[in-house]
């Protein structure tokens, strides 16, 4: 009788790890590398700047508002990207995008180490802000739709966490002596590696569904949660959010974007993305060697570019270690108001300059050591939580949307940071950006919904539902 009643005690255990999904770690190392890859493209021209502008007789010179120019269209090409990179998401899927951006990357690398035109350099930068902007979001969608859900935010965190250390490597080559051309071979190399990588890994199985490839749908789900996981269910709700979602196409995925609850989540994050790239780390990123020259830092100015971006790093890596316990929006509620306040402490620095006060020259530092520790913190799930919270049906486009307005919004810091400068002084420049960099907490903790370990099907219902209480609630007043 005994033998008889211990016999099936096996089987819940047995269903028990069916259920537990297996990481892939294969995508997210190969999709680690381009993101790295692109790292690089954001931090190469603050780096190289004086070498540009001080350049050697008969070599490339510059101008301090032909660089402005240039960064501003690289953020130019993050905007254009949208109009050849939608079709072709929608078209190709996520993966062979990925790969069309990693080409054209290295095309621009090569464009840059090799031409002695201005021309064709400012055409280079604004190939590479397409590339970021056709490769990014082709990521982020791509980890977001294939990640476990109690695995997509430190799963999509690492790809923030990887283009951090690609800031580093421009600084890391200046330091060793190498000159901007030959930091630029360094990037194109580096953007090659992962081509193979990519080509191998399948498609994304949300977007297969949406294309009416089930078949290839669930073996790709299969894929990522392991052959010994248990899809059935998951697959199901993908199934049926399809159904209930239609095709997508490009046409309909413009007019599920403008359903009333879709509507206002991207109206929300279309405010919080453009004050987060005007007012957040960004200009900083971007202008790091200039400012501490402006802020007189006697330190070698790329060694301490190395520090700074190894905070970043330092954040990037916490927030995909903590965002697998914590839930998604305290971390980046935490580290978008420290920025805020890191902008204000920079705006302190310089005011207090003016009236001649000595020994703190720490602070301009210490604010953007704790500024870009911050964004590594908050803008990892920050990124994640843009393509969980809108549905399936017009993710792509979403996704792209976002990054456009982000765009939009760095072309205009950059266009009118050195007038902001002579208008406003540092002090008053930088505090205005701090001012602007407030505004995205405040939206995330009143007006968007928590991520963590809700499947993306169940987001979309929750999105729509919350839609409907907010109508009710007008109405009742």
């Known amino acids: 009788m005994a033998a008889k009643t211990d016999q099936p005690?096996?089987?819940?255990?047995?269903?028990?790890?069916?259920?537990?999904?297996?990481?892939?770690?294969?995508?997210?190392?190969?999709?680690?590398?381009?993101?790295?890859?692109?790292?690089?493209?954001?931090?190469?021209?603050?780096?190289?700047?004086?070498?540009?502008t001080k350049a050697a007789p008969g070599e490339l010179s510059l101008t301090t508002e032909e660089v402005s120019i240039l960064n501003s269209l690289f953020h130019m090409g993050l905007v254009m990207a949208a109009c050849p990179s939608l079709p072709l998401q929608t078209i190709m899927g996520q993966r062979i995008v990925i790969v069309l951006g990693i080409c054209l990357n290295v095309s621009a690398w090569l464009?840059?180490?090799?031409?002695?035109?201005?021309?064709?350099?400012?055409?280079?930068?604004?190939?590479?802000g397409m590339c970021l902007n056709t490769g990014g979001p082709s990521i982020t969608t791509y980890l977001v739709e294939t990640a476990h859900k109690n695995n997509r935010g430190w799963q999509t965190g690492t790809q923030y966490l990887s283009r951090s250390i690609g800031l580093l490597v421009p600084a890391i080559t200046t330091t060793a002596n190498l000159s901007w051309r030959q930091t630029g071979i360094v990037c194109c190399v580096l953007s090659?590696?992962?081509?193979?990588?990519?080509?191998?890994?399948?498609?994304?199985?949300?977007w297969l569904m949406t294309r009416g490839r089930n078949t290839e749908a669930q073996k790709a789900l299969k894929y990522f949660r392991g052959e010994c996981s248990e899809i059935e269910s998951?697959?199901?709700?993908?199934?049926?959010?399809?159904?209930?979602?239609?095709?997508?196409?490009?046409?309909?995925?413009?007019?599920?974007?403008?359903?009333?609850?879709?509507?206002?989540?991207?109206s929300l994050l279309f405010v919080t993305a453009s004050t987060i790239y005007f007012g957040g780390s960004n200009l900083v990123i971007t202008y790091m060697v200039p400012i501490m020259q402006r802020a007189k830092i006697t330190t070698d100015p790329y060694l301490t570019s190395i520090v700074f971006f190894l905070t970043r790093t330092l954040g990037a890596t916490m927030s995909?270690?903590?965002?697998?316990?914590?839930?998604?929006?305290?971390?980046?509620?935490?580290?978008?108001?420290?920025?805020?306040?890191?902008?204000?402490?920079i705006s302190l620095y310089f005011f207090l300059q003016r009236f001649g006060i000595s020994d703190i020259s720490w602070m301009p530092i210490a604010a953007i050591i704790i500024m870009l520790f911050s964004d590594g913190i908050g803008c990892t799930g920050y990124y994640t939580l843009e393509g969980e919270l809108l549905p399936l049906s017009c993710r792509t486009i979403g996704v792209l949307s976002l990054k456009c307005a982000g765009g939009m919004s760095a072309v205009l810091n950059m266009m009118t940071y050195e007038?902001?400068?002579?208008?406003?002084?540092?002090?008053?420049?930088?505090?205005?950006?701090?001012?602007?960099?407030?505004?995205?907490?405040?939206?995330?903790?009143?007006?968007?919904?928590e991520t963590h370990g809700v499947s993306l099907e169940e987001l979309t219902v929750s999105v729509s539902q919350n839609d409907n209480t907010v109508k009710t609630k007008t109405l009742n007043i």
Do not use: N
């Not at 199901?236 to 490009?250: N, R, W």
């Open 192 to 206: 090659l590696v992962p081509i193979i990588g990519i080509l191998l890994l399948p498609d994304s199985p949300r």
């Open 419 to 449: 007038q902001t400068i002579v208008a406003l002084e540092m002090d008053g420049a930088f505090l205005l950006y701090g001012a602007l960099s407030a505004i995205a907490p405040f939206i995330i903790i009143f007006c968007l919904q």
């Open 111 to 128: 464009a840059i180490t090799l031409t002695k035109k201005i021309w064709v350099l400012c055409l280079a930068r604004f190939a590479q």
């Open 320 to 345: 995909v270690c903590l965002s697998h316990r914590l839930k998604r929006k305290p971390l980046i509620i935490v580290g978008l108001i420290s920025i805020s306040l890191s902008h204000g402490m």
């Open 234 to 266: 998951e697959y199901k709700e993908i199934v049926s959010q399809a159904l209930k979602e239609g095709q997508g196409d490009i046409c309909h995925q413009t007019s599920m974007l403008f359903r009333a609850p879709t509507r206002r989540t991207l």
């Open 9 to 52: 005690i096996a089987q819940p255990s047995m269903k028990k790890s069916l259920q537990q999904p297996r990481t892939k770690w294969w995508p997210i190392l190969v999709l680690s590398i381009v993101s790295i890859s692109e790292g690089t493209c954001v931090s190469f021209p603050g780096i190289v700047q004086p070498q540009l």
